[in-house]
């Protein structure tokens, strides 16, 4: 069954939130509204996302969630800041409208940015999608996380949004710390050998050689927006851990279901290029000779996965959750195996 659009449902109670306050804040910022109705999106773990309409447009609202956060996290000024700067590239990213730190409006920090007309596939194996279709998004896909990483980063005035030098060893460092607070909060029972042994392994090997461009750290499949008709990328969402970085984690990440989900498919029945020939279209893209490392930045992609879902878990545990709809079992299962993967990559290619 084919689904493009993300689930719509009346706001969660913890995270509804005066209407009345939000228009008149639009009000000052952006254009006069009479009225405005909200509907919360469904299915995400993060910052809560919710669908804004006006009498006459739709737009877009992100906001931290209530209660105790982790340090760092839930950075929606970083996701203002980012796609404000990516406005005037050819990178796709939402319209910006306003960004907000005064939580007397809503109960926390948000942004609001416009609405983009498009599909939100959410599976890697495009469920529904002809062959064509498929090759063509992930085409799309390969040749738009190019186009984000061929940015020159001071160009666009992000000369403060991180620390270039030592980027892989700070990302592990950072992960690890963010996975011991989460595993401080889950009062049951886990089995965290994988993820202790991956974490001790990641901080020996990670000093590398630096690669620079903006990294966008949550870049997949579900985190952009098709055209409604054309197989292309038209828009890049949840710019959550968005930074300056090495490209390589993008890349990472992105090729995560190619070991955990779409390596039990047939790629070949279903149009959608292999692993190697995403590499190959990257590095066209992007007019790279080789992708060194890969082995690592694969194994880092996969442990800090599992220390995301380690995290919502515990944030599930203690009632922080966005979504209404999460499962601590099953997300500590998912991450125990992304821990296992990981890990077992590392091995094979020590």
């Known amino acids: 069954m084919r689904k493009d659009d993300q689930e719509l449902i009346e706001p969660l109670q913890k995270h ?22 909200i509907l919360q999106f469904q299915g995400g773990m993060s910052n809560p996302t919710f669908l804004v309409q006006s009498e006459q447009k739709k737009y877009v609202l992100r906001k931290k969630p209530p209660g105790k956060l982790l340090p760092k996290a839930h950075a929606v000024d ?9 406005g005037n590239t050819d990178v796709p990213v939402p319209k910006m409208i ?14 609001l940015m416009e609405y983009i007309e498009g599909r939100i596939i959410t599976s890697p194996a495009m469920e529904g999608y002809s062959n064509i279709e498929r090759r063509n998004v992930y ?10 990483h061929n940015i020159d980063y001071l160009s ?3 000369q403060s949004f991180g620390r270039p ?15 011991k607070r989460s595993k401080e909060d889950l009062k049951i029972k886990v089995d965290f050998k994988k993820m202790d042994l991956l974490s001790e392994r990641l901080q020996f090997k990670s000093i590398i050689p630096d690669e620079i461009s903006i990294a966008h750290g949550d870049y ?25 970085g090495h490209p390589l984690a993008d890349l990472g990440y992105f090729c995560i279901p190619y070991r955990y989900g779409l390596d039990k498919q047939n790629l070949d029945e279903l149009g959608i290029p292999s692993e190697e020939e995403f590499l190959d279209l990257y590095m066209s893209f992007s ?11 694969l194994s880092f992609s996969f442990f800090r996965s599992a220390a995301i879902i380690f995290g919502v878990a515990a944030r599930t545990m203690l009632g922080n959750v966005s979504t209404g709809s999460s499962d601590v079992s099953e997300q500590v299962t998912r991450a125990e195996e992304m821990a296992t993967i990981g890990y077992q990559i590392l091995l094979e290619n020590d």
Request: charged residues 25%; glycine residues 6%; aromatic residues 12%.
């Open 220 to 244: 997949r499949l579900g985190n952009t927006i098709v055209h409604g008709k054309d197989p292309k990328i038209i828009g890049i969402l949840d710019w959550e851990l968005s930074t300056i």
């Open 16 to 37: 509804k939130f005066d209407l009345v306050k939000l228009k008149d804040w639009m009000n000052s910022v952006h254009k006069s509204v009479e009225e405005v109705k």
């Open 78 to 86: 970083r996701e203002f800041k980012v796609m404000s700067a990516l």
């Open 165 to 179: 030098e030592g980027y892989l060893a700070r990302q592990v460092t950072l992960w690890s710390n963010q996975y």
């Open 98 to 111: 306003g960004y907000c730190d005064n939580p007397e409006i809503i109960g926390t920090e948000f942004f």
């Open 139 to 148: 085409v799309s896909l390969a040749r738009t996380l190019a186009k984000l």
């Open 156 to 158: 666009v005035g992000l």
């Open 287 to 297: 007019n790279r000779p080789s992708i060194p490392n890969w082995p690592l930045f």
